[in-house]
T-cell receptor
Framework: ETGVTQTPRHLVMGMTNKKSLKCEQH?????MYWYKQSAKKPLELMFV???????ENNSVPSRFSPECPNSSHLFLHLHTLQPEDSALYLC????????????FGPGTRLTVT | GNSVTQMEGPVTLSEEAFLTINCTYT??????LFWYVQYPGEGLQLLLK?????DKGSNKGFEATYRKETTSFHLEKGSVQVSDSAVYFC??????????FGTGTRLKVLA
């Protein structure tokens, strides 16, 4: 596998379920990100990790819980979600900040019923 | 705060037409500027970038010039193809881990 991979690609869950999204990057990058993409809205940054340490938490509700066990893997644990949390969740990585571009995975399409 | 404004879409063009997608920004300091493209069912991928004023980024026939005086980074292509149909995002970074994205502009190219 190359680049940034995400699993699962599609997920349907009820409001009382607990599930996890997984992201893996094979690029040797130091920083990893979770974004939420909803229709007609700008990309919303949720969390940033740099060398496994969380550097940004963009006022995300506690029903989203990130985990970064190492620089190559990032998880987003989900519990008691709301229907408005239905969206495309994108993972990205970068070598650094500022002038460095981000590399994105294909996303997980989440539907909360 | 920092922000990016893109023209609303969709933009619909015939094949071989000239494309311009406008992007303006508000930022403190000297941001790096990016254009990303998202094809259906995929994540975003970098199209081009510019890291200082008057730099021109280019890739696959697309170009954008970093204009500090007008705080703009408009995307252009001389002759679009059906395969260019996608959503285009303008973004900036001011040296932190917070990348700021525009709302995206959908481009439809008709054969």
């Amino acid at each position: 596998e190359t680049g940034v991979t995400q699993t699962p690609r599609h997920l349907v869950m009820g409001m009382t379920n607990k599930k996890s999204l997984k992201c893996e990057q094979h690029l040797g990058h130091n920083a990893m990100y979770w974004y939420k993409q909803s229709a007609k809205k700008p990309l919303e940054l949720m969390f940033v990790y740099n060398f496994k340490e969380q550097t940004e938490n963009n006022s995300v509700p506690s029903r989203f819980s990130p985990e970064c066990p190492n620089s190559s893997h990032l998880f987003l644990h989900l519990h008691t979600l709301q229907p408005e949390d239905s969206a495309l969740y994108l993972c990205a990585s970068s070598m650094g900040q500022g002038t460095y571009e981000q590399y994105f995975g294909p996303g997980t399409r989440l539907t909360v019923t | 705060g920092n922000s990016v404004t893109q023209m609303e879409g969709p933009v619909t063009l015939s094949e071989e037409a000239f494309l311009t997608i406008n992007c303006t920004y508000t930022a403190t300091g000297y941001p790096s500027l990016f254009w990303y493209v998202q094809y259906p069912g995929e994540g975003l991928q970098l199209l081009l970038k510019a890291t200082k004023a008057d730099d021109k980024g280019s890739n696959k026939g697309f170009e954008a010039t970093y204009r500090k005086e007008t705080t703009s980074f408009h995307l252009e292509k001389g002759s679009v193809q059906v395969s260019d149909s996608a959503v285009y995002f303008c973004a900036l970074n001011t040296g932190t881990y917070k990348y700021i994205f525009g709302t995206g502009t959908r481009l439809k190219v008709l054969a």
